[in-house]
């Protein structure tokens, strides 16, 4: 097969084994890709290698991220979980000539969060040419030179590895000269003496040869000027120089002083130095004294960039005679990078119900420093819900240390602070922007706790009562709040019926009228629900207070106003000043200061023989009654409330002065009724009813008086209780405000051979001011002893209205049976 061929199938058999993917101790996985691939190409499946399904690998949100370099030179498809090319990558600007050149990538893995330590071996191809740093290099050689001399070439440089590196040299084929090649050096060996005379300078054109496929060469020409004798090179007085420089030096600043020394003398001993052949990246770092060989810093030494420095240096006598020495200058770190703080994953917002210890970003941090330099430790200084805990390597997770209350803190603004471990320390920080995202979890609160509402009687529909106000703190939806009316009753019906709410402001109308004699305060309770999912509601009473207004006039209960009756009192001819003869009946169906009545009489027959009680409504006599007053009193009696502005009713009360019942006859002129006859039969038919009742009452009166004889002078005592049928259909007792008492308290008092009875009423208030209680109201006592009130009915007059026609005869006949 030749030598060429396996050499070949070597080259093969190594680049197919450093494919293969190379599992680390650890597990993580370790590719070998050829330099300047293209974009896209892939490296390999680590998703396969790491054992993950491919159909999570996008949810599980793979990211690479290289180990100082901000350039991302790999990416990992979502849909395979190759590792792919996503930039051109050179390995002799990454790794110079370093004989493996690795490069490092961090696999970060999320949901779980992982992280895989990835090696890339980047392999070197044959993409660089041989080149001389020189196109002419300038030779004088003495003609004193012997055969088999040693003249030193400069190398050629080629920036790849091994095989594709400079392989071999090739002259060009001369008379004096052949090329040795040992161990990289290069050197022109003269074959055959010079002869300044024949030949005073030549031109050699000098090949190098990489082994690479296919094969790249650079070219030098070799000017060679034939001299006079100079048989002494300069000589280093050492072979390496070692020295270091402190990165980010400035320019100026001295790193090594080189010397070399020549036997010749004069020109031929004098040295210059100068630098050999540098990459493209170094050529203006440093730079050498010509004259003493000092090397100085001229550009910018990063210690981050490249550690370390190989100058090739050379020193040239006043002839032309060359040697070489090699300067390796260290670059030492100084903590010149201040970390810097990457957000990987961050979840905003964040539900206010997360419980304490949830992930809800990912921070990475990086210091480009070595050494305690790059060694950072990340914190949060803020008194905030958050803390950072450590993960893998320079990866920390902010996780929540407390539960989260948007209505208190809706945003949370989160300084990290990353600071290394050098001398003087570096830091930096990066504020963190999290909002924290509502949920339903307050419901509406009222103003107050309860609301009162005050409304005037015979209000019209759709006024406006009051305004509840329900306050939710949380957000847009779960903070909008809906009033509505709870269901219930009022008087019987719907709560609906009577109010309506606003559901967007809560001002509460009223749906119709309301009237204070019916009710005067009702409750209704409203109800606040926010538009959350779900919802949350509270309540609130809203209590309706409706207040009286004057809008019923009097009411007269006594004498009738109905004209077919034919309502008398009969007043006794020995009747004393101040006697009471009567006494005028009414109500309102108002209450307060609208029920308090007012009496008075507009017209009489004789307006100086009776008066009434302002407020109490009692007719009695003014003096005495003489012969000459008429026996036909007519009184016209108003009635009137004390409201704004006030109602008025009147009557018509008709008296006769008389002790004779002869005397009833008198009585048809006052009779409105023209219907005798019929006035005749009732009249008759009160006669027999009254005489044989009041022969039973006598009776009555009798047993009662035994058995009261403890109670000398006080026959009995009576109450006249007003019958419900007086009252009016729609009157109330409203609050106990009404105008009219149940019970009117009076002695009796019978006179053995008197021809009069003489009724003593007991005052139970003052004529001119109307108590607040002396107002309707039926106490129990109304209607302990049925048989008294019975009794005092008669005595009054028998107050019951199917009897009040014939009540007016036998008033005159009650003078006689008192006599029996």
Not at 290 to 300: D, E, L
Not at 626 to 651: F, I, R, W, Y
Not at 718 to 727: E, Q
Not at 788 to 800: I, N, P, Q, T
Request: proline letters at 5%; glycine letters at 6%.
């Amino acid at each position: 097969m030749g030598n060429k061929g396996l050499y070949s199938l070597h080259l093969v058999f190594c680049f197919v084994f450093f494919l293969l993917p190379l599992d680390l101790v650890n597990g993580d996985p370790s590719y070998t890709i050829s330099e300047e691939q293209r974009r896209g190409y892939v490296i390999g499946n680590v998703a396969k290698d790491l054992g993950i399904d491919v159909t999570t690998i996008s949810y599980r949100k793979p990211r690479v991220d290289f180990e100082g370099t901000q350039k991302q030179y790999c990416d990992v498809s979502l849909n395979t979980g190759e590792l792919i090319t996503s930039e051109r990558i050179d390995r002799e600007s990454l790794c110079d000539k370093k004989p493996s050149c690795l490069l490092k990538l961090d696999l970060v893995l999320e949901n779980p969060l992982e992280l895989h330590r990835v090696t890339l071996h980047i392999q070197d191809i044959n993409d660089n040419s041989p080149t001389f740093r020189k196109n002419l290099i300038e030779m004088e050689i003495s003609e004193s030179a012997e055969k088999g001399s040693r003249f030193s070439i400069e190398e050629a440089h080629d920036a790849d590895l091994g095989q594709n590196a400079v392989q071999r040299y090739i002259l060009q084929k001369n008379d004096n000269f052949i090329l040795a090649v040992q161990n990289n050096n290069v050197e022109l060996v003269l074959d055959k003496k010079l002869d300044r005379e024949k030949q005073k300078e030549m031109n050699l054109l000098l090949t190098a040869l990489d082994g690479g496929s296919p094969q790249r060469s650079g070219t030098a020409v070799i000017h060679v000027t034939v001299l006079d004798a100079n048989d002494n090179a300069p000589v280093f007085s050492q072979g390496i120089y070692k020295a270091s420089v402190a990165e980010n030096s400035l320019p100026g600043t001295v790193v090594v002083v080189v010397s070399a020394s020549d036997a010749d003398e004069g020109v031929n001993g004098e040295v210059t130095y100068d630098i050999g052949h540098l990459s493209e990246n170094d050529v203006n770092v440093f730079s050498i004294d010509p004259k003493i060989g000092k090397i100085t810093v001229t550009g910018q030494t990063d210690y981050e960039e490249k550690s370390s420095f190989a100058i090739p240096i050379e020193a040239k006598d006043g002839l032309g005679l060359t040697s070489y020495a090699k300067v390796i200058i260290d670059v030492t770190d100084l903590n010149d990078n201040a970390p810097v703080i990457y957000v990987k994953s961050l979840t905003n917002p964040i539900p206010e119900n997360v419980s304490p210890g949830t992930e809800v970003g990912i921070i990475n941090v990086q210091d480009r420093d070595s050494g305690k330099n790059g060694q950072v430790s990340c914190s949060i200084h803020q008194k905030v819900p958050f803390k950072l805990v450590p993960s893998i390597k320079n990866y920390y997770s902010l996780v929540t240390t407390g539960q989260l209350d948007r209505e208190l803190v809706s945003d949370y603004n989160i300084t990290i602070s990353a600071t290394d471990e050098g001398s003087p320390p570096l830091s930096s920080s990066k504020t963190v922007h999290l909002s924290v995202a509502d949920i339903n979890d307050n419901p509406p609160v009222f103003e107050e706790q309860s609301y009162s509402a005050y409304v005037t009687e015979n209000n019209k529909p759709g006024s406006t009562l009051c305004s509840v106000t329900a306050r939710d703190p949380d957000w847009r939806q779960n903070g909008t709040v809906i009033y509505s009316l709870l269901p219930g009753e009022v008087n019987g019906a719907s709560v609906s019926s009577y109010l309506s709410v606003n559901g967007d402001t809560g001002v509460i109308h009223a749906v119709r009228s309301f009237d204070y004699e019916q009710f005067k305060n009702f409750k209704v309770n409203v109800m606040a629900r926010d538009n959350g999912s779900p919802p949350l509601s509270s309540n609130v009473t809203v209590s309706v207070f409706i207040s009286d207004v004057n809008d019923n006039s009097p009411q007269i209960l006594y004498p009738s106003s109905d004209r077919n009756s034919f309502m008398t009192e009969l007043v006794p001819k020995a009747a004393h000043g101040g006697s009471l003869v009567s006494k005028v009946i009414a109500v309102d169906a108002d209450s307060g200061q609208n029920a308090w009545l007012s009496y008075q009489i507009v017209s009489s027959t004789d307006p100086g023989l009776f008066t009434i009680g302002v407020h109490s409504g009692e007719i009695r006599t003014q003096r005495d009654i003489s012969e000459s007053d008429s026996m036909k009193q007519n009184l016209v009696v108003a009635v009137k409330d004390n409201g704004q502005p006030p109602l008025s009713a009147t009557c018509s009360m008709y008296l006769i002065i008389s002790d004779n019942l002869a005397e009833v006859t008198e009585l048809k002129d006052i009779s409105n009724d023209g219907t005798n006859s019929k006035l005749t039969f009732y009249l008759i038919i009160a006669l027999v009813s009254v005489s044989t009742f009041f022969l039973t009452f006598i009776i009555i009166v009798l047993g009662v008086r035994f058995c009261r004889r403890n109670k000398p002078r006080l026959l009995f005592d009576g109450a006249v209780a007003i019958p419900s049928a007086y009252l009016p259909p729609n009157y109330s007792d409203v609050d106990g405000t009404g105008t009219l008492r149940s019970t009117y308290n009076y002695d009796a008092y019978l006179t053995t051979g008197s021809r009069t009875s003489d009724f003593k009423f007991v005052t139970s208030y003052n004529d001119n001011t109307l108590p607040a209680d002396q107002t309707l109201r039926k106490s129990p006592s109304d209607f302990v002893d049925p048989f008294e009130d019975f009794e005092a009915s008669v005595e009054v007059g028998c107050s019951l209205k199917s009897f009040y026609e014939a009540r007016n005869y036998f008033l005159f006949l009650c003078p006689i049976f008192l006599r029996i």
